[in-house]
Protein backbone atom coordinates (compact mmCIF):
# COMPACT_ATOMS: atom_id res chain seq x y z
CA UNK A 1 0.00 0.00 0.00
CA UNK A 2 2.52 2.63 -1.42
CA UNK A 3 1.41 6.33 -2.37
CA UNK A 4 1.69 8.37 1.03
CA UNK A 5 2.74 7.06 4.17
CA UNK A 6 2.58 8.55 7.74
CA UNK A 7 4.39 7.14 10.60
CA UNK A 8 3.98 6.67 13.57
CA UNK A 9 -0.08 4.88 13.53
CA UNK A 10 -0.20 6.08 17.05
CA UNK A 11 1.57 8.18 19.32
CA UNK A 12 2.06 9.32 22.80
CA UNK A 13 3.20 12.34 24.18
CA UNK A 14 3.57 13.86 27.56
CA UNK A 15 2.02 17.28 27.91
CA UNK A 16 4.56 20.47 27.10
CA UNK A 17 6.81 18.51 24.41
CA UNK A 18 7.10 18.91 20.80
CA UNK A 19 6.41 15.90 18.22
CA UNK A 20 7.10 15.59 15.13
CA UNK A 21 4.54 13.38 12.62
CA UNK A 22 6.14 12.16 9.67
CA UNK A 23 4.40 11.78 6.31
CA UNK A 24 6.40 10.64 3.15
CA UNK A 25 5.07 10.65 -0.91
CA UNK A 26 6.26 8.33 -3.45
CA UNK A 27 3.67 9.96 -5.96
CA UNK A 28 5.79 12.98 -7.35
CA UNK A 29 2.96 14.96 -6.23
CA UNK A 30 4.12 18.77 -6.02
CA UNK A 31 1.33 20.15 -3.33
CA UNK A 32 0.94 18.45 -0.13
CA UNK A 33 -0.88 19.18 3.06
CA UNK A 34 -1.93 18.80 6.71
CA UNK A 35 -5.02 18.24 8.31
CA UNK A 36 -6.90 17.57 11.59
CA UNK A 37 -9.52 15.46 12.09
CA UNK A 38 -11.66 15.88 15.62
CA UNK A 39 -15.08 13.70 16.19
CA UNK A 40 -17.97 15.51 14.74
CA UNK A 41 -16.08 18.42 13.13
CA UNK A 42 -14.79 17.32 9.40
CA UNK A 43 -10.89 17.73 8.88
CA UNK A 44 -9.60 21.52 9.13
CA UNK A 45 -6.52 22.47 6.90
CA UNK A 46 -3.17 22.91 9.10
CA UNK A 47 -0.44 23.96 6.61
CA UNK A 48 0.24 23.09 2.79
CA UNK A 49 2.75 23.29 0.87
CA UNK A 50 2.42 23.57 -3.04
CA UNK A 51 5.96 23.71 -3.85
CA UNK A 52 9.79 22.70 -2.04
CA UNK A 53 10.85 25.05 0.31
CA UNK A 54 7.21 27.02 0.19
CA UNK A 55 4.90 26.51 2.79
CA UNK A 56 1.39 28.23 3.71
CA UNK A 57 -0.85 28.59 6.55
CA UNK A 58 -4.39 26.78 6.72
CA UNK A 59 -7.17 27.76 8.78
CA UNK A 60 -5.73 26.62 12.22
CA UNK A 61 -2.00 26.74 12.11
CA UNK A 62 -1.72 28.04 15.40
CA UNK A 63 0.57 25.77 17.40
CA UNK A 64 2.29 24.11 14.71
CA UNK A 65 4.95 23.74 12.33
CA UNK A 66 6.34 22.23 9.01
CA UNK A 67 8.84 21.99 6.54
CA UNK A 68 9.52 21.30 3.11
CA UNK A 69 13.13 20.69 2.26
CA UNK A 70 12.39 17.63 0.00
CA UNK A 71 10.10 17.18 -2.70
CA UNK A 72 8.65 13.88 -0.79
CA UNK A 73 8.41 14.84 2.74
CA UNK A 74 6.19 17.18 4.90
CA UNK A 75 6.75 16.13 8.16
CA UNK A 76 4.34 18.36 10.63
CA UNK A 77 5.38 19.41 14.63
CA UNK A 78 3.33 19.27 17.12
CA UNK A 79 4.41 22.31 19.71
CA UNK A 80 3.66 23.15 23.51
CA UNK A 81 1.69 26.15 21.91
CA UNK A 82 -0.76 23.88 20.47
CA UNK A 83 -3.44 23.94 23.02
CA UNK A 84 -5.40 20.85 22.40
CA UNK A 85 -3.14 18.83 20.35
CA UNK A 86 -4.92 15.19 21.38
CA UNK A 87 -6.63 14.52 17.48
CA UNK A 88 -6.01 12.33 14.59
CA UNK A 89 -3.74 13.91 11.72
CA UNK A 90 -3.86 13.48 8.73
CA UNK A 91 -1.27 14.52 5.61
CA UNK A 92 -2.40 14.35 2.11
CA UNK A 93 -0.65 15.12 -1.48
CA UNK A 94 -2.01 15.74 -5.13
CA UNK A 95 -0.13 16.93 -8.03
CA UNK A 96 -1.10 20.67 -7.56
CA UNK A 97 -4.77 21.27 -8.59
CA UNK A 98 -4.93 18.65 -12.00
CA UNK A 99 -6.37 15.62 -9.67
CA UNK A 100 -7.56 14.25 -6.56
CA UNK A 101 -6.05 14.64 -2.93
CA UNK A 102 -4.59 11.26 -1.45
CA UNK A 103 -4.73 10.75 1.95
CA UNK A 104 -2.16 8.88 4.36
CA UNK A 105 -3.10 6.17 6.57
CA UNK A 106 -3.27 9.26 9.94
CA UNK A 107 -1.84 9.72 12.99
CA UNK A 108 -3.65 9.20 16.37
CA UNK A 109 -2.03 11.77 18.60
CA UNK A 110 -2.61 11.69 22.53
CA UNK A 111 -1.07 14.15 24.59
CA UNK A 112 -1.23 13.19 28.12
CA UNK B 1 -13.02 32.20 4.09
CA UNK B 2 -15.26 29.37 2.99
CA UNK B 3 -17.22 27.73 5.24
CA UNK B 4 -19.31 24.31 4.21
CA UNK B 5 -22.14 23.29 6.00
CA UNK B 6 -23.52 19.70 5.41
CA UNK B 7 -26.83 17.87 6.36
CA UNK B 8 -27.64 15.69 8.10
CA UNK B 9 -24.93 14.33 10.38
CA UNK B 10 -26.80 10.97 10.55
CA UNK B 11 -28.82 9.37 7.41
CA UNK B 12 -30.44 5.64 7.85
CA UNK B 13 -31.59 4.12 5.31
CA UNK B 14 -33.16 0.58 4.02
CA UNK B 15 -30.23 -1.61 1.79
CA UNK B 16 -31.44 -1.39 -1.98
CA UNK B 17 -33.16 2.64 -1.56
CA UNK B 18 -31.55 5.85 -2.32
CA UNK B 19 -29.23 8.40 0.27
CA UNK B 20 -29.12 12.12 -0.40
CA UNK B 21 -26.53 14.01 1.25
CA UNK B 22 -26.43 18.24 1.06
CA UNK B 23 -24.20 21.04 1.18
CA UNK B 24 -23.72 24.32 1.09
CA UNK B 25 -20.83 26.62 0.92
CA UNK B 26 -20.31 30.22 1.49
CA UNK B 27 -17.51 31.58 -1.27
CA UNK B 28 -18.91 32.64 -4.55
CA UNK B 29 -15.56 31.73 -5.58
CA UNK B 30 -15.30 28.65 -4.71
CA UNK B 31 -15.24 26.06 -7.61
CA UNK B 32 -14.06 22.44 -7.06
CA UNK B 33 -16.51 20.74 -5.19
CA UNK B 34 -15.11 16.70 -3.77
CA UNK B 35 -16.95 14.37 -1.99
CA UNK B 36 -14.76 11.91 0.09
CA UNK B 37 -15.89 8.46 2.00
CA UNK B 38 -14.11 7.58 5.25
CA UNK B 39 -14.01 4.12 6.75
CA UNK B 40 -13.92 3.40 10.22
CA UNK B 41 -10.55 3.52 10.62
CA UNK B 42 -9.19 4.57 7.28
CA UNK B 43 -8.38 6.70 5.32
CA UNK B 44 -10.70 9.34 3.01
CA UNK B 45 -10.97 8.40 -0.47
CA UNK B 46 -12.21 10.26 -3.17
CA UNK B 47 -15.31 9.17 -4.58
CA UNK B 48 -16.71 11.95 -6.99
CA UNK B 49 -15.76 15.69 -7.91
CA UNK B 50 -17.43 18.43 -10.01
CA UNK B 51 -16.25 21.81 -10.77
CA UNK B 52 -18.07 24.64 -11.30
CA UNK B 53 -18.25 24.67 -15.47
CA UNK B 54 -20.64 21.38 -14.43
CA UNK B 55 -23.88 20.68 -13.10
CA UNK B 56 -24.24 17.32 -12.69
CA UNK B 57 -21.86 14.17 -12.87
CA UNK B 58 -22.78 10.72 -12.68
CA UNK B 59 -20.82 7.47 -11.96
CA UNK B 60 -22.81 4.32 -11.94
CA UNK B 61 -24.46 4.47 -8.85
CA UNK B 62 -23.20 7.64 -7.55
CA UNK B 63 -23.96 10.99 -8.74
CA UNK B 64 -23.21 14.71 -7.40
CA UNK B 65 -25.30 17.80 -8.88
CA UNK B 66 -24.02 21.60 -8.11
CA UNK B 67 -26.17 25.08 -8.14
CA UNK B 68 -24.19 27.78 -8.27
CA UNK B 69 -26.78 30.73 -7.72
CA UNK B 70 -28.04 28.62 -4.58
CA UNK B 71 -24.61 27.65 -3.84
CA UNK B 72 -25.11 24.38 -3.12
CA UNK B 73 -24.07 20.52 -4.16
CA UNK B 74 -25.65 17.44 -3.54
CA UNK B 75 -24.33 13.55 -3.68
CA UNK B 76 -27.14 10.82 -4.52
CA UNK B 77 -26.21 7.57 -3.83
CA UNK B 78 -29.11 4.68 -5.48
CA UNK B 79 -29.45 1.48 -4.78
CA UNK B 80 -27.89 1.06 -1.48
CA UNK B 81 -25.82 -1.45 -0.65
CA UNK B 82 -23.92 -2.35 2.87
CA UNK B 83 -20.76 -1.85 1.78
CA UNK B 84 -21.79 2.10 1.46
CA UNK B 85 -21.89 2.56 5.46
CA UNK B 86 -19.59 5.08 6.19
CA UNK B 87 -18.72 8.68 6.77
CA UNK B 88 -18.85 11.04 3.97
CA UNK B 89 -17.46 14.71 3.79
CA UNK B 90 -18.39 17.40 1.18
CA UNK B 91 -15.49 20.02 0.43
CA UNK B 92 -15.06 23.20 -1.43
CA UNK B 93 -12.01 25.02 -2.43
CA UNK B 94 -11.69 28.34 -4.32
CA UNK B 95 -8.67 26.81 -6.09
CA UNK B 96 -8.40 24.36 -9.14
CA UNK B 97 -8.59 21.05 -8.25
CA UNK B 98 -8.05 22.48 -4.49
CA UNK B 99 -4.22 23.01 -4.82
CA UNK B 100 -4.60 25.69 -1.85
CA UNK B 101 -6.43 22.90 0.27
CA UNK B 102 -9.67 21.98 1.10
CA UNK B 103 -13.11 23.32 3.31
CA UNK B 104 -14.51 20.51 4.55
CA UNK B 105 -17.87 19.80 6.24
CA UNK B 106 -18.56 18.03 9.54
CA UNK B 107 -19.31 14.60 8.00
CA UNK B 108 -22.41 12.50 7.50
CA UNK B 109 -22.71 9.02 8.91
CA UNK B 110 -24.53 6.67 6.57
CA UNK B 111 -25.88 3.42 7.82
CA UNK B 112 -27.21 1.35 5.29
CA UNK B 113 -29.96 -0.61 7.00
CA UNK B 114 -30.02 -4.40 5.90
Known amino acids: DGGITQSPKYLFRKEGQNVTLSCEQN?????MYWYRQDPGQGLRLIYYSQIVNDFQKGDIAEGYSVSREKKESFPLTVTSAQKNPTAFYLC???????????FGQGTRLTVV | GENVEQHPSTLSVQEGDSAVIKCTYSDSASNYFPWYKQELGKRPQLIID?????GEKKDQRIAVTLNKTAKHFSLHITETQPEDSAVYFCAASKSRGGADGLTFGKGTHLIIQP
Open chain 2, 50 to 54: IRSNV
Open chain 1, 92 to 102: ASSIGGLGEAF
Open chain 1, 27 to 31: LNHDA
